[in-house]
Protein backbone atom coordinates (compact mmCIF):
# COMPACT_ATOMS: atom_id res chain seq x y z
CA UNK A 1 0.00 0.00 0.00
CA UNK A 2 1.31 3.50 -0.79
CA UNK A 3 0.38 6.26 1.21
CA UNK A 4 1.62 10.46 0.43
CA UNK A 5 1.68 12.42 3.03
CA UNK A 6 1.55 15.85 2.67
CA UNK A 7 2.66 18.18 5.64
CA UNK A 8 5.96 17.08 7.16
CA UNK A 9 4.97 18.89 10.72
CA UNK A 10 5.34 17.23 13.85
CA UNK A 11 1.61 15.35 12.75
CA UNK A 12 3.12 14.80 9.10
CA UNK A 13 6.19 13.23 10.74
CA UNK A 14 5.35 10.86 13.10
CA UNK A 15 2.64 9.74 11.15
CA UNK A 16 4.81 9.23 8.02
CA UNK A 17 7.53 7.23 10.72
CA UNK A 18 4.74 5.06 12.22
CA UNK A 19 3.40 4.21 8.63
CA UNK A 20 7.19 3.36 7.63
CA UNK A 21 7.56 1.22 10.50
CA UNK A 22 4.17 -0.75 9.81
CA UNK A 23 5.96 -1.51 6.25
CA UNK A 24 3.61 1.05 4.48
CA UNK A 25 5.16 2.57 1.52
CA UNK A 26 5.17 6.15 2.32
CA UNK A 27 6.20 9.57 0.75
CA UNK A 28 6.06 12.96 2.23
CA UNK A 29 5.63 15.95 0.98
CA UNK A 30 7.16 18.94 2.66
CA UNK A 31 7.34 22.26 1.06
CA UNK A 32 10.37 23.62 3.40
CA UNK A 33 13.61 22.15 2.24
CA UNK A 34 14.95 22.67 6.02
CA UNK A 35 12.18 20.46 7.48
CA UNK A 36 12.28 17.61 4.53
CA UNK A 37 16.17 17.57 5.17
CA UNK A 38 15.57 16.63 8.71
CA UNK A 39 12.52 14.33 7.97
CA UNK A 40 15.35 12.58 5.08
CA UNK A 41 18.10 12.55 8.06
CA UNK A 42 15.52 10.24 10.46
CA UNK A 43 13.52 8.10 8.19
CA UNK A 44 15.22 8.22 5.39
CA UNK A 45 14.66 8.77 1.55
CA UNK A 46 10.97 8.58 2.08
CA UNK A 47 10.67 12.73 1.33
CA UNK A 48 10.34 15.11 -1.17
CA UNK A 49 10.40 19.51 -1.34
CA UNK A 50 7.63 21.00 -2.67
CA UNK A 51 3.86 22.07 -2.49
CA UNK A 52 1.49 19.23 -2.09
CA UNK A 53 -1.37 21.78 -3.48
CA UNK A 54 0.18 21.74 -7.25
CA UNK A 55 -0.69 18.94 -9.53
CA UNK A 56 2.61 18.56 -10.60
CA UNK A 57 4.47 18.02 -7.32
CA UNK A 58 1.51 15.33 -6.89
CA UNK A 59 2.07 13.80 -9.82
CA UNK A 60 5.84 13.51 -9.51
CA UNK A 61 4.82 11.79 -6.26
CA UNK A 62 3.79 8.95 -7.96
CA UNK A 63 -0.27 10.13 -6.92
CA UNK A 64 -1.87 8.10 -9.65
CA UNK A 65 -0.92 4.79 -8.04
CA UNK A 66 -1.21 6.14 -4.44
CA UNK A 67 -3.70 4.30 -2.25
CA UNK A 68 -3.95 7.30 0.39
CA UNK A 69 -3.03 10.73 0.18
CA UNK A 70 -3.11 11.94 4.05
CA UNK A 71 -3.24 16.29 4.11
CA UNK A 72 -1.48 16.89 7.60
CA UNK A 73 -0.56 20.74 6.74
CA UNK A 74 -1.97 23.49 9.85
CA UNK A 75 -4.19 25.06 6.97
CA UNK A 76 -7.59 23.86 6.64
CA UNK A 77 -7.65 25.37 3.42
CA UNK A 78 -4.47 23.60 1.85
CA UNK A 79 -5.84 20.17 3.59
CA UNK A 80 -9.05 20.29 1.57
CA UNK A 81 -6.98 21.61 -1.80
CA UNK A 82 -4.79 19.15 -1.64
CA UNK A 83 -7.24 16.07 -0.95
CA UNK A 84 -9.74 17.36 -3.68
CA UNK A 85 -6.37 17.81 -6.22
CA UNK A 86 -5.84 14.24 -5.82
CA UNK A 87 -9.13 13.09 -5.93
CA UNK A 88 -9.93 14.73 -8.94
CA UNK A 89 -7.11 14.94 -11.08
CA UNK A 90 -5.48 11.31 -9.89
CA UNK A 91 -8.42 9.75 -8.85
CA UNK A 92 -7.03 8.51 -5.79
CA UNK A 93 -9.15 6.23 -3.92
CA UNK A 94 -9.01 7.37 -0.19
CA UNK A 95 -8.09 11.02 0.80
CA UNK A 96 -7.73 11.91 4.39
CA UNK A 97 -7.60 15.24 5.80
CA UNK A 98 -6.50 17.14 9.49
CA UNK A 99 -9.44 19.79 10.09
CA UNK A 100 -7.80 21.99 12.58
CA UNK A 101 -11.37 23.88 12.43
CA UNK A 102 -13.51 21.91 14.73
CA UNK A 103 -16.22 23.18 12.17
CA UNK A 104 -14.63 22.29 9.14
CA UNK A 105 -15.42 18.42 9.24
CA UNK A 106 -18.98 18.50 8.14
CA UNK A 107 -18.37 21.27 5.88
CA UNK A 108 -14.45 18.73 3.79
CA UNK A 109 -17.31 15.83 4.00
CA UNK A 110 -19.88 17.42 1.67
CA UNK A 111 -16.89 18.49 -0.27
CA UNK A 112 -15.80 14.94 -1.24
CA UNK A 113 -13.50 14.23 1.70
CA UNK A 114 -13.14 10.28 2.86
CA UNK A 115 -12.41 10.98 5.89
CA UNK A 116 -11.54 13.95 8.54
CA UNK A 117 -9.51 13.78 11.72
CA UNK A 118 -9.56 16.59 14.23
CA UNK A 119 -7.48 16.81 17.39
CA UNK A 120 -10.10 19.25 18.96
CA UNK A 121 -12.90 17.10 18.25
CA UNK A 122 -11.12 13.78 19.15
CA UNK A 123 -9.85 15.84 22.41
CA UNK A 124 -13.29 16.59 23.58
CA UNK A 125 -15.13 13.32 23.18
CA UNK A 126 -12.25 11.51 25.26
CA UNK A 127 -13.07 14.41 27.81
CA UNK A 128 -16.66 13.62 27.93
CA UNK A 129 -16.39 10.16 28.06
CA UNK A 130 -13.66 9.90 30.71
CA UNK A 131 -14.00 13.34 32.80
CA UNK A 132 -17.68 13.54 32.59
CA UNK A 133 -19.38 9.80 32.71
CA UNK A 134 -22.49 9.53 31.91
CA UNK A 135 -23.45 6.17 31.16
CA UNK A 136 -23.06 6.25 27.38
CA UNK A 137 -19.76 5.68 25.82
CA UNK A 138 -19.52 6.36 22.00
CA UNK A 139 -17.48 3.14 20.69
CA UNK A 140 -17.89 4.16 16.61
CA UNK A 141 -19.46 6.87 14.21
CA UNK A 142 -20.34 5.67 11.14
CA UNK A 143 -21.74 7.52 7.64
CA UNK A 144 -21.01 11.21 8.35
CA UNK A 145 -21.57 11.23 12.61
CA UNK A 146 -25.29 10.18 11.60
CA UNK A 147 -25.26 6.61 13.14
CA UNK A 148 -23.20 5.67 16.10
CA UNK A 149 -22.23 2.42 18.39
CA UNK A 150 -22.72 3.12 21.45
CA UNK A 151 -22.31 1.31 25.27
CA UNK A 152 -24.94 1.86 27.65
CA UNK A 153 -24.80 1.32 31.63
CA UNK A 154 -28.43 -0.02 32.52
CA UNK A 155 -29.10 2.18 35.67
CA UNK A 156 -31.11 0.40 38.78
CA UNK A 157 -33.63 3.03 38.65
CA UNK A 158 -34.51 3.01 35.12
CA UNK A 159 -37.72 1.39 33.95
CA UNK A 160 -36.12 -1.26 31.48
CA UNK A 161 -34.67 -3.23 34.53
CA UNK A 162 -36.16 -6.50 34.66
CA UNK A 163 -38.37 -5.95 31.55
CA UNK A 164 -37.93 -8.28 28.61
CA UNK A 165 -36.72 -6.50 25.41
CA UNK A 166 -39.83 -7.36 23.40
CA UNK A 167 -42.19 -5.16 26.56
CA UNK A 168 -39.71 -2.27 25.85
CA UNK A 169 -40.05 0.78 23.23
CA UNK A 170 -36.84 1.59 21.79
CA UNK A 171 -36.61 5.15 20.08
CA UNK A 172 -37.20 4.53 16.24
CA UNK A 173 -33.66 3.80 14.30
CA UNK A 174 -32.29 2.04 17.84
CA UNK A 175 -31.22 -2.18 18.00
CA UNK A 176 -29.60 -3.85 20.62
CA UNK A 177 -26.76 -5.59 19.12
CA UNK A 178 -25.07 -6.99 22.82
CA UNK A 179 -25.13 -7.05 26.67
CA UNK A 180 -22.05 -7.36 28.49
CA UNK A 181 -23.31 -9.03 31.78
CA UNK A 182 -19.95 -9.45 34.22
CA UNK A 183 -18.19 -12.29 32.38
CA UNK A 184 -20.79 -13.11 29.48
CA UNK A 185 -21.45 -11.05 26.54
CA UNK A 186 -25.13 -11.67 25.66
CA UNK A 187 -26.96 -11.23 21.72
CA UNK A 188 -30.26 -10.64 23.12
CA UNK A 189 -33.65 -12.20 21.65
CA UNK A 190 -37.10 -10.86 22.68
CA UNK A 191 -36.97 -13.05 25.99
CA UNK A 192 -33.71 -11.35 27.26
CA UNK A 193 -34.75 -9.32 30.52
CA UNK A 194 -31.93 -6.48 30.70
CA UNK A 195 -30.99 -5.80 34.33
CA UNK A 196 -29.38 -3.30 36.65
CA UNK A 197 -25.64 -2.89 35.52
CA UNK A 198 -25.95 -4.56 31.88
CA UNK A 199 -23.56 -2.90 29.52
CA UNK A 200 -25.62 -2.46 26.39
CA UNK A 201 -24.23 -2.29 23.29
CA UNK A 202 -26.79 -0.49 20.74
CA UNK A 203 -26.74 0.46 17.29
CA UNK A 204 -28.29 4.27 16.95
CA UNK A 205 -29.38 7.25 14.93
CA UNK A 206 -27.01 10.27 16.62
CA UNK A 207 -29.74 11.98 16.86
CA UNK A 208 -31.97 9.46 19.23
CA UNK A 209 -28.55 8.97 21.40
CA UNK A 210 -30.24 10.82 24.51
CA UNK A 211 -33.49 9.69 24.32
CA UNK A 212 -31.71 5.83 23.95
CA UNK A 213 -29.72 7.21 27.35
CA UNK A 214 -32.61 8.61 29.07
CA UNK A 215 -34.49 5.01 28.89
CA UNK A 216 -31.88 2.49 29.88
CA UNK A 217 -29.59 4.92 32.40
CA UNK A 218 -32.46 6.30 33.57
CA UNK A 219 -30.91 9.55 33.68
CA UNK B 1 -26.55 43.40 -6.87
CA UNK B 2 -25.04 42.60 -3.45
CA UNK B 3 -21.24 41.15 -3.56
CA UNK B 4 -19.37 39.61 -0.69
CA UNK B 5 -15.42 40.13 -1.55
CA UNK B 6 -12.55 37.89 0.15
CA UNK B 7 -9.47 39.70 0.00
CA UNK B 8 -9.21 43.32 0.08
CA UNK B 9 -5.56 43.79 -1.84
CA UNK B 10 -4.41 45.30 -4.77
CA UNK B 11 -7.64 43.98 -6.84
CA UNK B 12 -10.30 43.32 -4.26
CA UNK B 13 -9.95 46.89 -2.99
CA UNK B 14 -10.55 48.02 -6.81
CA UNK B 15 -13.24 45.94 -7.45
CA UNK B 16 -15.18 46.87 -3.60
CA UNK B 17 -14.69 50.51 -4.91
CA UNK B 18 -16.03 49.84 -8.15
CA UNK B 19 -18.95 48.51 -7.24
CA UNK B 20 -19.73 50.63 -4.37
CA UNK B 21 -19.38 53.47 -6.70
CA UNK B 22 -21.68 51.94 -9.36
CA UNK B 23 -24.19 51.63 -6.50
CA UNK B 24 -23.92 48.06 -5.61
CA UNK B 25 -24.12 47.00 -2.29
CA UNK B 26 -20.42 45.92 -1.06
CA UNK B 27 -19.07 44.23 1.83
CA UNK B 28 -15.62 43.03 2.06
CA UNK B 29 -13.43 40.57 4.53
CA UNK B 30 -9.99 40.78 5.21
CA UNK B 31 -7.82 39.24 8.00
CA UNK B 32 -5.63 42.56 8.08
CA UNK B 33 -8.23 45.55 9.02
CA UNK B 34 -4.80 47.64 7.45
CA UNK B 35 -5.94 46.37 3.99
CA UNK B 36 -8.94 48.29 4.18
CA UNK B 37 -7.20 51.79 3.86
CA UNK B 38 -6.60 50.37 0.06
CA UNK B 39 -10.49 51.30 -0.30
CA UNK B 40 -11.87 54.68 -1.70
CA UNK B 41 -12.23 57.31 1.33
CA UNK B 42 -15.51 57.48 0.61
CA UNK B 43 -16.42 53.95 0.56
CA UNK B 44 -19.87 52.93 1.91
CA UNK B 45 -20.12 49.77 1.88
CA UNK B 46 -19.36 47.12 5.04
CA UNK B 47 -15.71 46.52 5.91
CA UNK B 48 -15.02 43.00 7.94
CA UNK B 49 -12.35 41.91 9.40
CA UNK B 50 -12.13 38.19 9.86
CA UNK B 51 -11.12 34.81 7.21
CA UNK B 52 -13.65 34.75 4.43
CA UNK B 53 -13.17 30.80 4.61
CA UNK B 54 -14.76 30.59 8.47
CA UNK B 55 -19.08 29.91 7.83
CA UNK B 56 -19.52 32.19 10.77
CA UNK B 57 -17.51 35.33 9.39
CA UNK B 58 -19.20 35.11 6.05
CA UNK B 59 -22.73 34.79 7.78
CA UNK B 60 -21.78 38.12 9.27
CA UNK B 61 -20.98 39.29 6.16
CA UNK B 62 -24.89 38.57 4.89
CA UNK B 63 -23.30 36.06 2.36
CA UNK B 64 -27.18 34.55 2.42
CA UNK B 65 -29.04 37.49 0.64
CA UNK B 66 -25.84 37.98 -1.78
CA UNK B 67 -26.21 37.85 -5.36
CA UNK B 68 -21.83 37.54 -6.22
CA UNK B 69 -19.07 36.18 -4.23
CA UNK B 70 -15.59 36.96 -5.03
CA UNK B 71 -12.23 35.32 -3.36
CA UNK B 72 -8.96 37.52 -4.27
CA UNK B 73 -6.71 37.11 -1.33
CA UNK B 74 -3.42 36.00 -3.01
CA UNK B 75 -3.55 32.46 -1.87
CA UNK B 76 -5.24 29.99 -4.62
CA UNK B 77 -6.37 27.34 -1.87
CA UNK B 78 -8.05 30.04 0.73
CA UNK B 79 -9.65 31.59 -2.70
CA UNK B 80 -11.00 28.04 -3.34
CA UNK B 81 -12.12 26.87 -0.21
CA UNK B 82 -14.48 30.27 0.44
CA UNK B 83 -15.83 30.05 -3.04
CA UNK B 84 -16.55 26.78 -2.30
CA UNK B 85 -17.95 27.46 0.65
CA UNK B 86 -19.82 29.91 -0.76
CA UNK B 87 -21.36 28.04 -3.87
CA UNK B 88 -22.15 24.86 -1.71
CA UNK B 89 -23.11 25.90 1.96
CA UNK B 90 -24.68 29.27 1.18
CA UNK B 91 -25.97 28.96 -2.51
CA UNK B 92 -24.33 32.10 -3.81
CA UNK B 93 -25.77 31.60 -7.60
CA UNK B 94 -22.23 33.65 -9.07
CA UNK B 95 -18.87 33.15 -7.04
CA UNK B 96 -15.47 33.54 -8.64
CA UNK B 97 -12.01 32.69 -7.23
CA UNK B 98 -8.66 34.24 -8.19
CA UNK B 99 -6.13 31.47 -9.14
CA UNK B 100 -2.92 31.74 -9.85
CA UNK B 101 -1.69 28.18 -10.53
CA UNK B 102 -3.06 27.38 -14.38
CA UNK B 103 -3.99 23.45 -13.20
CA UNK B 104 -6.31 24.51 -10.12
CA UNK B 105 -7.97 26.97 -11.77
CA UNK B 106 -8.73 24.65 -14.45
CA UNK B 107 -9.95 21.67 -12.07
CA UNK B 108 -12.17 23.72 -9.97
CA UNK B 109 -13.28 25.32 -13.01
CA UNK B 110 -16.08 22.95 -13.50
CA UNK B 111 -17.50 22.99 -10.36
CA UNK B 112 -19.59 25.87 -10.28
CA UNK B 113 -17.10 28.54 -10.07
CA UNK B 114 -15.34 31.07 -11.67
CA UNK B 115 -11.57 30.28 -11.96
CA UNK B 116 -9.59 33.60 -13.03
CA UNK B 117 -6.13 32.77 -13.70
CA UNK B 118 -4.29 36.03 -14.04
CA UNK B 119 -0.89 33.58 -14.72
CA UNK B 120 -2.27 32.60 -17.91
CA UNK B 121 -4.33 35.60 -18.89
CA UNK B 122 -1.53 38.46 -18.34
CA UNK B 123 1.05 35.64 -20.19
CA UNK B 124 -0.97 36.04 -23.36
CA UNK B 125 -1.63 39.68 -23.55
CA UNK B 126 2.67 39.79 -22.88
CA UNK B 127 2.93 37.36 -25.63
CA UNK B 128 0.54 39.49 -27.91
CA UNK B 129 2.38 42.56 -26.76
CA UNK B 130 5.86 40.56 -28.30
CA UNK B 131 3.62 40.05 -31.72
CA UNK B 132 2.59 43.43 -31.82
CA UNK B 133 5.17 45.06 -34.03
CA UNK B 134 6.55 48.39 -32.41
CA UNK B 135 5.13 51.75 -33.78
CA UNK B 136 8.22 53.54 -33.91
CA UNK B 137 11.57 53.13 -33.90
CA UNK B 138 14.30 55.17 -32.80
Not at chain 1, 172 to 177: A, K, N
Not at chain 1, 184 to 205: F, K, S, W, Y
Request: charged letters at 25%.
Amino acid sequence: MYVIVVGGGKVGYYLAWNLVDQGFEVLVIERQPAKAEAIREHLGAVVMVGDGAEASVLEAAGAVRADVVIATTGEDEDNLIVCQVAKRRFDVERVIARVNNPKNEQLFKRLGIDATVSQTNVLLHLIEQRLIPDGLTRLLTLQHQEIEIVELKVGADSPVVGRRLSEIRLPPDCVFSAINRGEHVIIPTGQTRLEAGDDVIAVTRTERESELRRLLVGV
Amino acid sequence: MRVVIVGCGRVGAHIASALDRRGDDVTIIDINPNAFTRLDEDFSGLAIRGTGIDEDVLRSANITSADAFLAVTNRDNTNLMATQVARVVFGVPTVAARVYDPVRAEIFANLGIITICPTTTISNLLLDALETPPARRS
